[in-house]
């Protein structure tokens, strides 16, 4: 038995997987630089954070475990390697991988965060080389970003050859992919679009934007076909729906399962499941779905025995997003009490304004239908997008007391609207809302403890409430 | 002795403060001392000193409630954060309180208080140390002053200096700059407090400044601070006799409610 065995098994791998796997695995840990050490730590973290015991939170680590492989060693397994930031445009990857099985298209630095930070908690090493090429600590510079470029200069992740940068939602996709031209001579697919609407204007916007944000996209496509000598598939778009409505369908059972009182399951793993879907296009997903499936499943089970994970009638909270590299934020905020009762993250792709619904058959190329979708979706539209998305959010989801809404000094799209959204959404749902300054990708960039003072003082400001409300009421 | 009686403590990260209470919300007793080393060991020393100062024993307290940030140190106590524990012990001496601007050694809030003592909503510094009692403390050493000294000198400024930076280790070389520049002492304590009051103003603007006002922590003995954030706000600012012991304070009025 290898040192490492303990984790995959802890991460649902079966005997037979673990033996498929091993060679792989073994290149992967030597590029990570992860030893017998690294994995007793991992294998301590994980049982810390996580509810390890259910089968569904298992397999969706093993299901990022996997992500990681095929990751690291997309170039020594021969693939076309075609890399996404964030925003993760909605759909290229799916539609890249729908069109040829030599493709591999990918965001690398949302893996490293969920694997190598929310499993092996060692972003460290990679966060401190990517400091050291070109984003220096201190310059509110992109925490994804520095993950790429340290998983980059370290080995650890291949040099792609075509890389799609977008500068609509924040400057850093596209001065990002102009570093990565300079770094490594990659290839850059630039997709431009503006966030300059205007205040209320969302969830309308005019056709003509689509159709010029459309036509970036469709450009990219282009690019991206002449770099790796592929072509883009008629019914690839059909294909990928295909592949992400099930699953999407399954993450909203298994948020509405969750938003049970007493709150079921602790929402560390649930977190996992949407960035599974948009992170990478490969085999990872299928595991997605299986743990999905088991955990759905498990959930339910939880719910009828009346199981739960924060007492019953404990304060419901809506956050704007997890934290996506360490575990421990989303613990602490229901040992402090509070039931997360929904994340906008997880309700965002399934809550749509009314009577705004995207039909393909409107739209005349592929780009033009991810462009509409996109906007749709709000965050990728505007300020005013965000904050009204959150608000349908907020009446989607069941009895929520209060809205935790976070926002990172690394990332200026959220930085700049949290005092805005903040009014917004105390405004329109009249109920107490905490700004909470916090990176969901880099630990390092916030202080736990003072962010666990203002999360207890809400968690008793909302239990205050509710006793007034419970009084009032007798 | 006989009837209800409970302390509260409150481990801060430069003092540790207890009271200790009667049934009637009287204070019996109160201490204060530098935190230390060792915040299980200061928690319990300064709980032992106030019960013996209040001439109790530890069993006759009916309940102890521990706050700031090393609360959660003390065996035996309900640890309650400190925003609540300050709102609670302001509203105790003063219940038309509205506002609590807490300034401590690492950290300052902005506390909305409403008509029972709890809070409604809340606003605090995040990684910057500036607007904190360590600001001050590090500008107090550059001019080599005790803290009383520079809140007294601070009082003679008459045209503060701008001391642009509010970042606390990067003002250090700000001042030290403007006094090689001849720069008068007073006016660059006094401009040190405009910027203190100035990033205070901005912290609490999203949770507003309803009166009344009450300023608590060990920043607020400083009257240059006091003056210049009442400067700022143009209101009027309360300073409690014995400000420090706020949270402390707010933490033994909560133990008399039990769990």
């Known amino acids: 038995m290898a040192y490492y065995d303990k984790l995959f098994k802890l991460c649902s791998f079966t005997p037979e997987e673990l033996e498929t796997e091993r060679s792989r695995i073994e290149k992967v840990l030597a590029r990570l630089e992860i030893g017998p050490e690294d994995i007793d730590h991992a294998c301590e973290h994980v049982k810390a954070n996580f509810e390890i015991e259910l089968k569904g939170v298992q397999r969706i680590l093993g299901s990022w475990l996997i992500a990681l492989i095929d990751l690291v060693l997309a170039k020594d397994d021969g693939k076309k390697i075609v890399y996404f930031d964030f925003p993760a445009i909605f759909g290229p990857q799916w539609i890249l991988k729908c069109s040829s099985d030599d493709v591999y298209a990918a965001s690398p630095d949302t893996i490293l965060c969920n694997s190598v930070g929310q499993i092996f908690d060692k972003l460290g090493p990679i966060q401190e080389v990517g400091e050291l090429n070109g984003t220096p600590p201190g310059h509110g510079l992109c925490s994804l970003w520095t993950v790429k470029l340290g998983a980059l200069a370290k080995g650890i992740v291949p040099v792609p050859d075509v890389a799609l940068a977008s500068s609509y939602f924040c400057d850093m996709g596209s001065k990002g992919g102009d570093l990565l031209n300079e770094l490594y ?3 850059i697919a630039h997709v431009d679009n503006t966030m300059d609407f205007p205040w209320g204007e969302y969830p309308h916007f005019s056709q003509e934007s689509v159709k010029f944000f459309g036509s970036e996209i469709d450009e990219a496509f282009k690019l991206i076909e002449d770099t790796i000598d592929i072509k883009i598939k008629p019914d690839a778009m059909m294909k990928a729906m295909e592949i992400i409505m099930p699953y999407q369908e399954l993450v909203g059972q298994l948020a509405e399962l969750i938003s049970s009182d007493p709150q079921p399951i602790r929402t560390a793993a649930q977190n996992m499941f949407t960035p599974a879907i948009t992170a990478s296009a490969g085999r990872s997903v299928q595991w997605g779905m299986q743990a999905l499936r088991l955990l759905v499943e498990e959930t339910r089970a939880r719910v009828d025995a009346g199981f739960g994970v924060v007492p019953k009638g404990s304060p419901r909270v809506l956050v704007f997003v997890p934290n996506f590299s360490d575990p421990g934020i989303s613990r602490m905020m229901e040992d402090c009490g509070l039931a997360i009762s929904a994340s906008y993250v997880n309700y965002y792709p399934i809550v749509q304004p009314k009577g705004y619904e995207i039909n393909p058959a409107d739209y005349s190329s592929v780009g033009e239908v991810i462009a509409a979708t996109e906007m749709l979706n709000g965050m990728f539209h ?17 009895e929520v007391d209060g809205i935790i809404l976070q926002y990172f000094y690394h990332c200026r799209p959220s930085g700049i609207g949290s005092h805005t959204n903040r009014k917004y959404l105390q405004e329109t749902t009249g109920v107490p809302v905490l700004s909470l300054e916090s990176d969901i990708w880099d630990s390092r960039n916030h202080n736990a403890e003072s962010m666990r003072v203002r999360v207890e003082t809400f968690a008793e400001m909302l239990k205050a409430n509710k006793r007034a409300k419970k009084a009032s009421c007798e | 002795m006989t009837g209800v009686f409970t302390a509260g403590v409150d481990i801060g990260s ?40 209040a001439g109790l024993v530890m069993a006759d307290l009916y309940q102890v409630v521990s706050t700031g940030y090393g609360r959660y140190s003390v065996e035996g106590a309900r640890a309650i954060p400190e925003i609540i524990c300050h709102a609670m012990g302001a509203y105790t001496l003063f219940p038309d309180v509205r506002t609590v601007i807490d300034i401590g050694g690492q950290d300052s809030k902005i506390i909305s208080v409403i008509e029972d003592g709890q809070v409604n909503d809340f606003a605090m510094n995040d990684k910057c140390a500036a607007g904190t009692g360590r600001y001050l403390e590090m500008v107090a050493g550059i ?4 803290l009383t000294e520079m809140s007294n000198l601070s009082l003679n400024s008459r045209n503060p200096c701008d001391i642009s930076s509010t970042c606390a280790v990067f003002a250090e070389t700000e001042i030290i700059g403007l006094r090689a520049r001849g720069e008068k002492v007073e006016e660059l304590l006094g401009g040190v407090n405009k910027a203190l009051a100035y990033r205070l103003a901005i912290m609490g603007q999203s949770v ?18 006091r003056k210049a954030l009442e400067e700022r706000l143009k209101k009027d600012i309360l300073v409690p006799p014995n400000p420090q012991i706020m949270g402390a304070l707010g933490a033994a009025v909560l133990a008399l409610y039990g769990q």
């Open chain 2, 143 to 146: 001019f080599d002053l005790s």
């Open chain 2, 14 to 53: 430069a003092t540790t403060k207890a009271v200790v209470l009667d049934a009637e919300k009287n204070i019996l007793s109160s201490v204060v001392k530098s935190t230390g080393k060792s915040v299980a060991d200061i928690g319990v020393a300064v709980i032992d000193e106030a019960i013996s100062q």
């Open chain 2, 208 to 225: 507003g400044f309803r009166d009344k006002i009450i300023f608590t922590g060990g920043v607020a003995y400083n009257r240059g601070v």
């Open chain 1, 185 to 187: 001579g990659v290839t």
């Open chain 1, 382 to 398: 505007s300020t005013f997008g965000t904050a009204e998305k959150f608000r349908l959010v907020y009446e989607f989801a069941p």
